[in-house]
T-cell receptor
């Protein structure tokens, strides 16, 4: 069965520090991979996606993610976090017609 | 247009009462449509998906059902609500590129 694991429920970083959010998936083939962000009271916004090709993908708001097939991972990174990045982040996997989401990582940014 | 209309936005229902959440989408014909439930700490749980009129796949056996009577209409129903049905329900559309678009959600409280 397909699954998505985000091992970090909550992360706190200082503004200006680097960020990495982890995501691991379980799927027999190469899936479509996504990162979404949800700010308080808002809907989900797509940050970036991977379908094929270059395994390092760039997204909006300065985020990037790297697909590592050998590790079944798709970690999200940002070199310098801004206070406005505080939100809930969801990793998602598209497998055939189905899409599965991780349980999310809540990011707190401290000044 | 990627507009997704969901209603009602908020609903408070007693245990044992019926439920009908409606979703209509705009844009390309024959989209893949999904119902997710979002609960705190549990991410987005895929409930049902549909690849066409009358075609429903259930991901989780439960008290809910879904129907797709028209190409751009997707309905989530229950004959008798349980307390555990409380949550935030999202109607989602998949475009041919694989990207997902989210409705604004329906918050259901079962008392």
């Amino acid at each position: 069965a397909q699954s998505v694991t985000q091992p970090d429920i909550h992360i706190t970083v200082s503004e200006g520090a680097s960020l990495e959010l982890r995501c691991n998936y379980s799927y027999g083939a190469t899936p479509y991979l996504f990162w979404y962000v949800q700010s308080p009271g808002q809907g989900l916004q797509l940050l970036l996606k991977y379908f094929s090709g270059d395994t390092l993908v760039q997204g909006i708001k300065g985020f990037e993610a790297e697909f590592k097939r050998s590790q079944s991972s798709f970690n999200l990174r940002k070199p310098s976090v801004h206070w406005s990045d505080a939100a809930e982040y969801f990793c998602a996997v598209g497998a055939g017609n189905q899409f599965y989401f991780g349980t999310g990582t809540s990011l707190t940014v401290i000044p | 247009s990627q507009t997704i209309h969901q209603w009602p936005a908020t609903l408070v229902q007693p245990v044992g009462s019926p439920l009908s959440l409606e979703c209509t989408v705009e844009g390309t014909s024959n989209p893949n449509l999904y119902w997710y439930r979002q609960a705190a700490g549990r991410g987005l749980q895929l409930l049902f998906y549909s690849v066409g009129i009358g075609q429903i796949s259930s991901e989780v056996p439960q008290n809910l059902s879904a129907s797709r009577p028209q190409d751009r209409q997707f309905i989530l129903s229950s004959k008798k609500l349980l307390l555990s049905d409380s949550g935030f329900y999202l109607c989602v559309k998949r475009e041919g590129t694989g990207e997902l678009f989210f409705g604004e959600g329906s918050r259901l409280t079962v008392l």
